[in-house]
Protein backbone atom coordinates (compact mmCIF):
# COMPACT_ATOMS: atom_id res chain seq x y z
CA UNK A 1 0.00 0.00 0.00
CA UNK A 2 2.73 2.28 0.83
CA UNK A 3 4.67 1.75 -2.11
CA UNK A 4 1.31 2.59 -4.35
CA UNK A 5 1.11 6.01 -2.31
CA UNK A 6 4.83 6.33 -3.21
CA UNK A 7 4.70 5.44 -6.69
CA UNK A 8 1.41 8.04 -6.74
CA UNK A 9 2.99 10.87 -5.39
CA UNK A 10 5.66 10.17 -7.30
CA UNK A 11 3.96 10.31 -10.22
CA UNK A 12 2.63 13.46 -9.32
CA UNK A 13 5.59 15.32 -8.27
CA UNK A 14 7.14 14.35 -11.88
CA UNK A 15 3.98 15.89 -13.32
CA UNK A 16 4.06 18.97 -11.62
CA UNK A 17 7.56 19.35 -12.61
CA UNK A 18 7.05 18.47 -16.58
CA UNK A 19 4.27 21.11 -16.03
CA UNK A 20 7.17 23.66 -14.74
CA UNK A 21 9.21 23.04 -17.35
CA UNK A 22 6.65 23.46 -20.06
CA UNK A 23 5.79 27.11 -18.65
CA UNK A 24 8.81 27.97 -18.46
CA UNK A 25 9.36 27.44 -22.03
CA UNK A 26 6.62 28.34 -23.22
CA UNK A 27 6.99 31.94 -21.51
CA UNK A 28 10.59 32.28 -23.24
CA UNK A 29 8.74 31.40 -26.49
CA UNK A 30 6.64 34.11 -26.37
CA UNK A 31 8.79 36.64 -24.54
CA UNK A 32 11.31 36.31 -27.69
CA UNK A 33 8.50 36.44 -30.33
CA UNK A 34 7.03 39.57 -28.24
CA UNK A 35 10.79 41.06 -28.40
CA UNK A 36 11.68 40.48 -31.98
CA UNK A 37 8.57 41.81 -33.07
CA UNK A 38 8.74 45.28 -31.26
CA UNK A 39 12.45 45.30 -32.71
CA UNK A 40 10.60 45.41 -35.86
CA UNK A 41 8.78 47.71 -35.35
CA UNK A 42 10.92 50.03 -33.62
CA UNK A 43 14.05 49.62 -36.46
CA UNK A 44 12.26 48.54 -38.79
CA UNK A 45 9.30 51.15 -39.96
CA UNK A 46 5.80 51.15 -38.95
CA UNK A 47 4.70 48.30 -42.06
CA UNK A 48 4.81 45.86 -38.86
CA UNK A 49 2.68 47.82 -36.90
CA UNK A 50 -0.56 47.20 -39.41
CA UNK A 51 -2.48 44.49 -38.96
CA UNK A 52 -2.78 42.76 -42.57
CA UNK A 53 1.22 42.20 -41.38
CA UNK A 54 0.44 39.88 -38.71
CA UNK A 55 -2.05 38.53 -40.04
CA UNK A 56 -0.69 38.02 -43.37
CA UNK A 57 1.91 35.85 -40.77
CA UNK A 58 -1.08 33.44 -40.25
CA UNK A 59 -2.02 33.19 -43.67
CA UNK A 60 1.41 32.05 -45.01
CA UNK A 61 2.50 29.88 -41.90
CA UNK A 62 -1.25 28.08 -41.51
CA UNK A 63 -0.17 24.61 -43.00
CA UNK A 64 3.39 24.84 -41.29
CA UNK A 65 1.15 25.48 -37.84
CA UNK A 66 -1.13 22.00 -38.51
CA UNK A 67 2.04 20.21 -39.57
CA UNK A 68 4.35 21.82 -36.31
CA UNK A 69 1.36 20.58 -33.73
CA UNK A 70 1.40 17.01 -35.12
CA UNK A 71 5.46 17.19 -34.80
CA UNK A 72 4.95 17.95 -31.48
CA UNK A 73 2.69 15.28 -30.52
CA UNK A 74 5.26 12.83 -31.58
CA UNK A 75 8.53 14.53 -30.23
CA UNK A 76 6.34 14.94 -26.90
CA UNK A 77 6.68 10.90 -26.72
CA UNK A 78 10.17 11.49 -27.67
CA UNK A 79 9.84 10.52 -31.71
CA UNK A 80 9.91 12.41 -34.77
CA UNK A 81 8.78 12.30 -38.04
CA UNK A 82 10.31 13.93 -41.00
CA UNK A 83 7.58 12.45 -43.70
CA UNK A 84 5.30 15.38 -43.15
CA UNK A 85 7.08 17.72 -46.04
CA UNK A 86 6.68 14.71 -48.57
CA UNK A 87 3.02 14.14 -47.28
CA UNK A 88 2.10 18.02 -47.26
CA UNK A 89 3.72 17.64 -51.18
CA UNK A 90 1.75 14.68 -52.28
CA UNK A 91 -1.90 15.60 -50.79
CA UNK A 92 -1.22 19.28 -52.91
CA UNK A 93 0.16 17.43 -56.19
CA UNK A 94 -3.09 14.47 -55.68
CA UNK A 95 -5.57 17.22 -54.77
CA UNK A 96 -4.60 19.64 -58.05
CA UNK A 97 -4.70 16.10 -60.48
CA UNK A 98 -8.33 14.94 -58.64
CA UNK A 99 -9.67 18.26 -59.58
CA UNK A 100 -8.65 19.33 -63.01
CA UNK A 101 -7.93 15.93 -64.62
CA UNK A 102 -10.31 13.61 -62.18
CA UNK A 103 -13.57 15.31 -62.09
CA UNK A 104 -13.45 15.91 -58.36
CA UNK A 105 -14.91 18.48 -56.26
CA UNK A 106 -13.72 20.02 -53.05
CA UNK A 107 -14.96 17.71 -50.86
CA UNK A 108 -13.39 14.56 -52.98
CA UNK A 109 -9.96 16.67 -52.56
CA UNK A 110 -10.55 16.85 -48.85
CA UNK A 111 -11.60 13.51 -48.41
CA UNK A 112 -8.12 12.53 -50.36
CA UNK A 113 -6.08 14.54 -47.95
CA UNK A 114 -7.38 12.91 -45.04
CA UNK A 115 -7.12 9.67 -47.09
CA UNK A 116 -3.43 10.05 -47.81
CA UNK A 117 -2.90 10.96 -43.91
CA UNK A 118 -4.70 8.14 -42.48
CA UNK A 119 -2.40 5.66 -44.94
CA UNK A 120 0.80 7.15 -43.52
CA UNK A 121 -0.21 7.06 -40.51
CA UNK A 122 -1.76 3.47 -39.73
CA UNK A 123 2.03 2.09 -41.64
CA UNK A 124 4.09 4.42 -39.42
CA UNK A 125 2.36 4.24 -36.63
CA UNK A 126 2.47 0.31 -36.81
CA UNK A 127 6.07 -0.13 -37.95
CA UNK A 128 7.64 2.80 -35.33
CA UNK A 129 4.81 1.39 -32.12
CA UNK A 130 4.48 -2.37 -32.68
CA UNK A 131 7.60 -2.92 -34.81
CA UNK A 132 10.01 -0.79 -32.72
CA UNK A 133 11.59 0.82 -35.70
CA UNK A 134 13.20 3.86 -34.92
CA UNK A 135 10.88 6.32 -35.90
CA UNK A 136 13.48 8.79 -37.58
CA UNK A 137 14.55 5.59 -40.42
CA UNK A 138 10.49 4.73 -40.81
CA UNK A 139 9.80 8.67 -41.45
CA UNK A 140 12.65 9.00 -43.42
CA UNK A 141 11.83 6.15 -46.07
CA UNK A 142 8.04 7.88 -45.50
CA UNK A 143 9.52 10.88 -46.34
CA UNK A 144 11.41 9.18 -49.75
CA UNK A 145 8.32 7.05 -50.44
CA UNK A 146 6.24 10.51 -50.51
CA UNK A 147 8.62 12.83 -52.72
CA UNK A 148 8.37 9.73 -55.16
CA UNK A 149 4.77 8.96 -55.47
CA UNK A 150 4.45 12.85 -56.33
CA UNK A 151 6.48 12.89 -59.30
CA UNK A 152 4.78 9.58 -60.13
CA UNK A 153 0.90 11.44 -59.81
CA UNK A 154 2.61 14.35 -61.84
CA UNK A 155 5.56 15.42 -62.50
CA UNK A 156 5.42 19.13 -63.57
CA UNK A 157 4.12 22.12 -62.03
CA UNK A 158 0.58 23.79 -62.80
CA UNK A 159 -2.10 25.76 -61.15
CA UNK A 160 -5.45 24.34 -60.49
CA UNK A 161 -8.23 25.70 -62.67
CA UNK A 162 -11.37 24.28 -61.04
CA UNK A 163 -14.08 27.20 -60.72
CA UNK A 164 -15.19 25.60 -57.45
CA UNK A 165 -11.73 25.00 -55.78
CA UNK A 166 -10.74 28.58 -57.41
CA UNK A 167 -13.84 30.22 -55.29
CA UNK A 168 -13.17 28.59 -52.27
CA UNK A 169 -9.52 29.66 -52.30
CA UNK A 170 -10.50 33.62 -52.74
CA UNK A 171 -12.95 33.29 -49.71
CA UNK A 172 -11.34 36.10 -47.43
CA UNK A 173 -12.62 36.36 -43.40
CA UNK A 174 -12.41 39.85 -42.92
CA UNK A 175 -11.79 41.27 -39.51
CA UNK A 176 -13.56 44.03 -37.63
CA UNK A 177 -11.99 47.14 -37.08
CA UNK A 178 -8.36 45.88 -38.16
CA UNK A 179 -7.72 47.42 -41.34
CA UNK A 180 -5.85 50.72 -42.51
CA UNK A 181 -5.21 53.22 -45.15
CA UNK A 182 -3.44 52.31 -48.05
CA UNK A 183 -0.96 55.16 -49.80
CA UNK A 184 -4.16 55.78 -51.82
CA UNK A 185 -6.00 56.95 -48.98
CA UNK A 186 -8.20 54.12 -49.61
CA UNK A 187 -9.58 51.79 -46.40
CA UNK A 188 -8.64 48.19 -46.72
CA UNK A 189 -10.00 45.77 -44.09
CA UNK A 190 -7.38 43.00 -42.57
CA UNK A 191 -8.26 39.33 -43.41
CA UNK A 192 -7.56 36.02 -43.03
CA UNK A 193 -7.86 33.05 -44.83
CA UNK A 194 -9.81 29.79 -44.33
CA UNK A 195 -6.51 28.00 -43.42
CA UNK A 196 -5.67 29.63 -40.64
CA UNK A 197 -9.68 28.90 -38.94
CA UNK A 198 -8.36 25.67 -39.32
CA UNK A 199 -4.97 25.80 -37.83
CA UNK A 200 -6.34 27.76 -34.70
CA UNK A 201 -8.80 24.89 -34.46
CA UNK A 202 -6.10 22.44 -34.77
CA UNK A 203 -3.87 24.38 -32.19
CA UNK A 204 -7.03 24.36 -29.58
CA UNK A 205 -8.33 20.73 -29.74
CA UNK A 206 -4.64 19.80 -29.51
CA UNK A 207 -4.15 22.12 -26.58
CA UNK A 208 -6.89 20.34 -24.75
CA UNK A 209 -6.16 17.08 -25.61
CA UNK A 210 -2.71 17.87 -23.74
CA UNK A 211 -3.98 19.82 -21.39
CA UNK A 212 -6.74 17.54 -19.82
CA UNK A 213 -6.99 13.98 -21.50
CA UNK A 214 -5.77 11.04 -20.57
CA UNK A 215 -4.36 10.54 -23.62
CA UNK A 216 -2.18 14.00 -23.73
CA UNK A 217 -1.21 12.77 -20.22
CA UNK A 218 0.37 10.02 -21.52
CA UNK A 219 1.81 11.43 -24.23
CA UNK A 220 3.66 12.64 -21.54
CA UNK A 221 4.55 10.06 -19.72
CA UNK A 222 5.90 7.93 -22.18
CA UNK A 223 8.07 10.84 -23.15
CA UNK A 224 9.59 11.20 -19.84
CA UNK A 225 10.02 7.74 -19.25
CA UNK A 226 8.12 4.72 -21.58
CA UNK A 227 9.37 2.22 -19.30
CA UNK A 228 7.92 4.05 -16.09
CA UNK A 229 4.79 4.91 -17.72
CA UNK A 230 4.14 0.80 -19.06
CA UNK A 231 4.79 -0.19 -15.03
CA UNK A 232 1.59 2.32 -14.45
CA UNK A 233 -0.57 0.87 -16.65
CA UNK A 234 -0.51 2.87 -20.02
CA UNK A 235 -0.50 1.06 -22.83
CA UNK A 236 2.82 2.21 -24.60
CA UNK A 237 2.64 0.37 -27.87
CA UNK A 238 -0.65 1.90 -28.84
CA UNK A 239 -0.10 5.74 -27.29
CA UNK A 240 2.71 5.79 -29.65
CA UNK A 241 0.97 4.87 -32.40
CA UNK A 242 -1.92 7.31 -31.81
CA UNK A 243 0.69 9.93 -31.64
CA UNK A 244 2.11 8.79 -35.11
CA UNK A 245 -1.25 8.49 -36.61
CA UNK A 246 -2.15 11.88 -35.55
CA UNK A 247 0.87 13.34 -36.81
CA UNK A 248 0.05 11.87 -40.41
CA UNK A 249 -3.64 13.21 -40.37
CA UNK A 250 -2.66 16.52 -39.51
CA UNK A 251 0.03 16.15 -41.97
CA UNK A 252 -2.82 15.54 -44.53
CA UNK A 253 -5.17 18.54 -43.09
CA UNK A 254 -1.86 21.05 -43.32
CA UNK A 255 -1.41 19.49 -47.04
CA UNK A 256 -5.10 20.84 -47.90
CA UNK A 257 -4.50 23.67 -46.06
CA UNK A 258 -0.89 24.42 -47.91
CA UNK A 259 -2.80 23.22 -51.52
CA UNK A 260 -5.61 25.67 -50.70
CA UNK A 261 -3.11 28.48 -49.38
CA UNK A 262 -0.64 27.85 -52.89
CA UNK A 263 -3.37 26.82 -55.54
CA UNK A 264 -1.35 24.09 -57.37
CA UNK A 265 0.49 20.69 -57.39
CA UNK A 266 4.43 20.53 -57.98
CA UNK A 267 6.87 17.79 -56.92
CA UNK A 268 8.60 20.92 -55.19
CA UNK A 269 6.33 21.70 -52.79
CA UNK A 270 6.76 22.27 -49.20
CA UNK A 271 10.49 21.36 -49.47
CA UNK A 272 11.83 21.50 -45.47
CA UNK A 273 8.70 21.65 -44.29
CA UNK A 274 9.66 19.00 -42.05
CA UNK A 275 12.47 20.54 -41.01
CA UNK A 276 10.41 24.14 -40.67
CA UNK A 277 8.05 22.27 -38.31
CA UNK A 278 10.73 20.52 -36.20
CA UNK A 279 12.46 23.68 -35.74
CA UNK A 280 8.81 25.75 -34.78
CA UNK A 281 8.44 22.80 -32.18
CA UNK A 282 11.83 23.15 -30.95
CA UNK A 283 11.55 26.76 -30.56
CA UNK A 284 8.07 26.70 -28.88
CA UNK A 285 9.49 24.78 -25.71
CA UNK A 286 9.33 21.12 -26.73
CA UNK A 287 12.10 18.90 -25.71
CA UNK A 288 13.97 16.72 -28.21
CA UNK A 289 14.30 14.00 -25.42
CA UNK A 290 10.57 14.29 -24.78
CA UNK A 291 8.09 14.57 -21.75
CA UNK A 292 7.83 18.28 -22.07
CA UNK A 293 6.05 20.52 -24.54
CA UNK A 294 3.25 22.38 -25.44
CA UNK A 295 1.04 23.38 -28.62
CA UNK A 296 0.74 27.36 -27.26
CA UNK A 297 4.22 27.43 -27.58
CA UNK A 298 4.68 25.20 -31.11
CA UNK A 299 1.94 28.07 -32.34
CA UNK A 300 4.40 30.94 -31.30
CA UNK A 301 7.69 28.78 -32.48
CA UNK A 302 5.99 29.10 -35.79
CA UNK A 303 5.00 32.81 -35.89
CA UNK A 304 8.87 33.63 -34.58
CA UNK A 305 10.07 31.34 -37.39
CA UNK A 306 7.88 33.61 -39.46
CA UNK A 307 8.88 36.90 -37.80
CA UNK A 308 12.77 36.39 -38.07
CA UNK A 309 12.56 35.63 -41.57
CA UNK A 310 10.02 38.57 -42.38
CA UNK A 311 12.72 40.54 -40.75
CA UNK A 312 15.90 39.41 -42.47
CA UNK A 313 13.74 40.26 -45.81
CA UNK A 314 12.93 43.77 -44.47
CA UNK A 315 16.73 44.12 -44.25
CA UNK A 316 17.68 43.62 -48.18
CA UNK A 317 19.27 39.81 -47.01
CA UNK A 318 16.75 38.31 -49.40
CA UNK A 319 19.37 35.22 -50.04
CA UNK A 320 18.44 32.13 -48.96
CA UNK A 321 21.15 31.51 -47.04
CA UNK A 322 20.94 34.37 -44.52
CA UNK A 323 17.61 32.99 -43.86
CA UNK A 324 19.04 29.98 -43.13
CA UNK A 325 21.78 31.36 -40.45
CA UNK A 326 19.15 33.11 -38.80
CA UNK A 327 16.58 30.10 -38.06
CA UNK A 328 19.98 28.04 -37.30
CA UNK A 329 20.94 30.54 -34.39
CA UNK A 330 17.54 30.88 -33.26
CA UNK A 331 17.42 26.88 -33.02
CA UNK A 332 20.89 26.98 -31.40
CA UNK A 333 19.42 29.35 -29.04
CA UNK A 334 16.53 27.41 -27.46
CA UNK A 335 18.48 24.20 -27.42
CA UNK A 336 21.31 26.24 -25.05
CA UNK A 337 17.74 27.21 -23.35
CA UNK A 338 16.61 23.34 -23.51
CA UNK A 339 19.97 22.20 -22.04
CA UNK A 340 19.54 24.56 -19.49
CA UNK A 341 16.06 23.48 -18.25
CA UNK A 342 17.36 19.97 -18.37
CA UNK A 343 20.61 20.83 -15.56
CA UNK A 344 18.02 21.99 -13.78
CA UNK A 345 15.74 19.76 -13.81
CA UNK A 346 18.55 16.84 -13.16
CA UNK A 347 19.53 19.07 -10.61
CA UNK A 348 16.25 19.32 -8.66
CA UNK A 349 16.05 15.40 -8.89
CA UNK A 350 19.45 14.92 -7.21
Known amino acids: MNVTVKKGRLTKLSGLSNLSDTNLLLTITIGVFLLMYVCAVVFLGSSFLKPQTFFNLLNENAALIILSC ?29 LD ?45 ARGMTTIVN ?35 AYIEPGVVVALAVVILLFVLLRWSKLGRSFYAIGGNAQSANM ?31 GSGSPSHASGAEMNAIASSIIGG ?41 VAAMICLFLVIQSVVLMRKNKAKQ
Open 286 to 326: TLLTGGVGNIVGTFFGVLSLGTIKNIVSSLGLDDAWWTNIT
Open 101 to 145: YGGGSVGTAILLALGIGLAFGLVQGFLVAYLDIQPFIVSLAGMFF
Open 70 to 98: GMSLVMITGGIDISVGGMTALVAMSCAVN
Open 155 to 189: ASQFNVQNEAFQAFKSIRIYVPGMGAYNRLGVYVP
Open 232 to 262: LGINVKRTKFLAHLLCSVLAGIGGFVYFLHV
